[in-house]
């Protein structure tokens, strides 16, 4: 598979290039969901789910400044725009994102949301995802005075989109307190099924929206991040309550997305197993150069894992030797393993086909 990818992506390269050639336009990008992938919305926001304060930011470049990204460099939506040759796409609410930066796409995310509206409500101010869907019809009204209906449409259809959301309802709802009220009102597995069905009501409104190609990420391995180990673990071991919610969700997300392609006749929906991804160098992070996928590098108490990453805070200088930036985010040395995967990992990751793969399609296609 990787063989076969490693071609298709140089078709994409060549294609690009004879695209370049006549100056065309990168494809719009499309960013929906949690902490994994706001870049700055948040900061707009009266909320405490925010990064914009040092260290976040502390390898980003050129700045080296805290931007909004819940990470210490660039977060999977940059490194995605990087491999369409594109710029990072800005946060919706930045007032900077106007004119012809609409044509780049937006990024809608913001820390602390799930697919319920009742999950991070201890956040408050945060845009749930339907509040996102509907900012993304007012992003369409925007373009469309600017370059009309007709091509907005075309610029929206031909889009990459990625949504990534549903950690949250487990790590702060389901499982934020004891006895929660979503814990009382369901057993663990028919809570899973409702927030599949649920996200599947958000993606068939995505979709009436105009987009066609949506990357959908599974959550990652929950019960293994550095705030459940401090809180949860025994002994250093995952938590094993969050490991099974990930366990059960995880797989029907993606039989939900494949039953939603063969009801629309195409592909429009990519199931992304990044907890697949990231569960590879959760057991063995020495073959992906980690010294460890246990211990955050910014935080403080056991595992750096517990409160937020903040200037005061445990700080460690070989960035790039850690899975995990903080208590529950990535480093950018993680989310680019992950993103190398979406670009080119097989059918086990990436179903039905990787991103290098679809580039090459719609490269044909269009």
């Keep these: 598979m990787r063989t076969f990818s490693s071609f298709v992506l140089s078709c994409v390269l060549v294609i690009g290039i004879v695209l370049n050639g006549a100056e065309a336009r990168p494809r719009a990008f499309f960013i ?7 870049n700055g919305n948040n900061n707009y926001l009266a909320t405490t ?59 809608f995310a913001s820390a602390g949301i799930g ?19 509907e900012l993304f019809q007012e992003y369409q009204n925007r373009v469309s005075a600017l370059i009309g209906s007709s091509q907005t449409k075309s610029l929206v259809n031909q889009a990459l989109v990625l949504i990534t959301v549903g950690g949250n309802d487990f790590v702060n709802n389901y499982f934020l307190v004891p006895n929660s009220a979503r814990s ?43 705030s459940e180990l401090a809180q949860r673990g025994r002994n250093g071991e995952c938590a094993a309550e969050l490991q099974r919610a990930a366990e059960l969700f995880n797989p029907q997300l993606e039989q939900m997305l494949l039953q939603i392609n063969r009801k629309i006749g195409k592909d429009v929906f990519i199931a992304a197993n990044t907890g697949k991804m990231h569960n590879n160098f959760v057991t063995n992070p020495q073959q992906f150069g980690f010294i460890t996928a246990k211990v955050a590098c910014c935080g403080q108490g056991p595992y750096n894992g517990l409160g937020l990453c903040t200037p ?55």
């Design 32 to 38: 929906f969901g949690d902490s994994l992938v706001d």
């Design 49 to 107: 789910a925010r990064a914009d304060a040092p260290p976040y930011g502390i390898d980003y470049a050129p700045s080296h400044r805290p931007t909004g990204r819940f990470c210490n460099g660039y977060n999977i939506p940059d490194l995605i725009s990087q491999q369409l040759g594109s710029e990072s796409t800005m946060p919706y609410l930045s007032p900077e994102l106007r004119g012809n930066k609409l044509l780049v796409g937006a990024n």
């Design 115 to 133: 697919i319920l509206n009742d999950t991070g409500i201890q956040f408050v101010n945060v845009i749930r995802m339907y509040r996102q869907l």
């Design 184 to 226: 009382r009102q369901y057993p663990l597995p028919q809570y899973v099924k409702y927030l599949i069905s649920e996200y599947q009501k958000l993606l068939q409104k995505l979709y009436e929206l105009g987009a066609r190609r949506v990357l959908v990420t599974g959550t990652g391995p929950l019960g293994c991040v550095p």
């Design 312 to 366: 005061l805070s445990n700080l460690c200088s070989n960035r790039g030797q850690y899975a995990f930036w903080d208590a529950f985010h990535p480093s950018e040395k993680a989310n680019r393993l992950i993103v190398e995967e979406i670009m080119s990992g097989s059918r086990d990751y990436m179903n039905p086909m990787n991103l290098s793969t679809i580039l090459a399609l719609d490269a044909i296609t269009t």
